[in-house]
C-alpha cells in the first residue's frame, strides 16, 4: 500500500510546493497535508496510532502524521529554504 499511495501523497505535495513556490512559507506549510491525510489515512492499519490523542484510530494517525509532516516540511523546511537563499543571495536565480 506505501508503494503506492506514498508516491502519490508525495507527488500532491510536490505539485502543491511547485504552484506555491512564490509563497515559499505557505508552499511549506500547505504541502504538508497530503502527505499528512494519505499517509495517515492507511498507515493506522498497519501501526497503532499515537495514545495521545483522544481521536479514532484512523484521525489520530492523520492528526500525528500531519504534525510531524509539518514540522519537518513547514518549519524545517522554510528554515532551509531560507538559509540557503541567505548564502546564494537574492541576484541568484531561485
Given at each position: 500500500?506505501?508503494?503506492?499511495?506514498?508516491?502519490?501523497?508525495?507527488?500532491?505535495?510536490?505539485?502543491?510546493?511547485y504552484?506555491?513556490?512564490?509563497?515559499?512559507?505557505?508552499?511549506?506549510?500547505?504541502?504538508?497535508?497530503?502527505?499528512?491525510?494519505?499517509?495517515?489515512?492507511?498507515?493506522?492499519?498497519f501501526?497503532?496510532?499515537?495514545?495521545?490523542?483522544?481521536?479514532?484510530?484512523?484521525?489520530?494517525?492523520?492528526?500525528?502524521?500531519?504534525?510531524?509532516?509539518?514540522?519537518?516540511?513547514?518549519?524545517?523546511?522554510?528554515?532551509?529554504?531560507?538559509?540557503?537563499?541567505?548564502?546564494?543571495?537574492?541576484?541568484r536565480?531561485?
Amino acid at each position: 500500500m506505501d508503494y503506492l499511495l506514498g508516491p502519490v501523497a508525495n507527488l500532491i505535495a510536490g505539485t502543491v510546493v511547485y504552484l506555491l513556490r512564490s509563497r515559499p512559507l505557505l508552499a511549506s506549510s500547505l504541502g504538508a497535508l497530503p502527505i499528512g491525510v494519505i499517509v495517515g489515512g492507511y498507515l493506522w492499519t498497519f501501526f497503532p496510532p499515537p495514545e495521545v490523542f483522544a481521536l479514532p484510530e484512523w484521525l489520530a494517525m492523520i492528526v500525528s502524521i500531519t504534525l510531524s509532516t509539518y514540522v519537518a516540511m513547514g518549519l524545517l523546511g522554510y528554515i532551509l529554504y531560507r538559509s540557503v537563499y541567505r548564502m546564494l543571495g537574492p541576484s541568484r536565480p531561485r
